[in-house]
């Protein structure tokens, strides 16, 4: 039985395997109506998709499946569309896909 419930955990938390970049919920207030990552490295632009959470507030929730593999810095910035509202301070978000992690702890054993 415990065999069972553990294929059953291991299946459920499996199925979503994409990396998603996410983010906390908006504070109060205005919330997010558009938000745009540029790539610093090209310049490319992508139209993050947003998700309204459990306590009704915006949340960044980006299913990144699609992305190529390397290391990437975006830029993200928000808008919204009630007037007199300016866009987000840019934020970098540094990250990176399918690479290997570099070794760590090098040393010379006698």
Do not use: Y
């Not at 291991?10 to 908006?26: G, Y």
């Not at 290391?71 to 007199?84: H, L, M």
């Amino acid at each position: 039985m415990k065999t069972v419930f553990a294929l059953a955990l291991f299946a459920a938390s499996t199925a979503h395997a994409a990396p998603f970049l996410i983010s906390d919920p908006w504070p109060t207030g205005v919330q997010p109506d558009a938000c745009i990552a540029t790539q610093l490295e090209g310049g490319s632009t992508r139209s993050l998709d947003l998700e309204v959470g459990e306590t009704g507030r915006k949340l960044i929730r980006e299913d990144l499946a699609d992305a190529q593999s390397g290391s990437f810095t975006w830029r993200i910035v928000c808008t919204s569309n009630v007037a007199g509202v300016a866009p987000s301070a840019p934020v970098d978000f540094s990250f990176a896909i399918g690479t290997l992690a570099a070794p760590s702890g090098l040393r010379l054993a006698p």
